[in-house]
């Protein structure tokens, strides 16, 4: 009798652990079958900080120029002012027009801009691409939306290698957005950006801006064909303002 009631107590044991572990079994279901809805509360709320988001506003101000022998790109930097590389334009005078084509823009739109200076000098490479530079200025500021955006001048001095990037541009005239880090920040002496960041031909010109503070701290200049393509050089933003600044040239006015 004593063995035969030590086997009745072990079979309710038995049977509290096996109902425990079915309550345990349920419990761990019902809270999978919810999970991508808990995810999607915390993302959506903001509970918990995600991936930054690219402004795609920033592309607005980025246009697509086209001289008639070539293209390349320009981006607004105030109201009526746009900064080019002065290779996109080497065909052309001060005072020649460019179209350009807005075609992030709701709806998309054209504008003509004038050259208004370029750069005289010649200097070989790479020095060349410090004074690489084109002010454009448009015709008809009415063309433009009220309101419309422009990009930021921020400032090169405190950016360092490996910091985030972002490069706007129209390679092959179809927009090109690409991210990316600053792989070295002089270039055998030379102030220089050197990019891990793709691009094409027709980027030139195009603005290199800060993804932390959405800014401009330089404009893509040049890149390596062949085995060593893939690297990418920016003139910086602070190089650029003080060539402009040197030459009487005010590109805010």
Request: proline share 5%; net charge negative; hydrophobic share 40%.
């Amino acid at each position: 009798m004593i063995l035969l009631g030590n086997t009745e107590n072990e079979k309710n044991e038995n049977r509290k652990k096996l109902n425990k572990k079915g309550k345990l079994a349920s419990t761990f279901f019902i809270l999978i079958s919810f999970l991508p809805i808990l995810v999607y509360l915390i993302f959506h709320f903001g509970l918990v900080e995600s991936q930054s988001k690219f402004n795609q506003a920033l592309e607005k101000s980025v246009a697509l120029v086209n001289t008639g022998t070539g293209t390349g790109t320009a981006f607004l930097i105030s109201p009526t002012k746009l900064l080019t590389a002065k290779h996109v334009v080497k065909n052309k005078n001060v005072g020649d027009t460019v179209d350009l084509i807005f075609e992030k823009s709701e709806p998309q739109f054209s504008a003509t801009a004038k050259v208004v200076w370029i750069d005289p000098s010649n200097d070989p490479e790479p020095e060349y691409y410090l004074k690489d530079v084109a002010v454009l200025e448009l015709v008809s500021p009415s063309s433009v939306p009220e309101d419309y955006p422009y990009l930021t001048i921020g400032e090169s001095a405190g950016v360092t290698t490996r910091s985030q990037v972002i490069l706007i541009g129209y390679p092959g005239g179809l927009l090109s957005t690409t991210s990316g880090a600053i792989s070295n920040d002089n270039i055998k002496g030379v102030e220089l950006f050197q990019l891990d960041v793709e691009s094409w031909p027709g980027n030139s010109g195009g603005p290199l801006i800060l993804e932390e503070t959405e800014e401009v701290i330089g404009m893509l200049v040049a890149g390596l064909n062949e085995e060593y393509q893939g690297i990418n050089f920016a003139n910086k933003i602070d190089n650029i303002i003080l060539l402009l600044e040197e030459n009487g040239i005010d590109i805010y006015e």
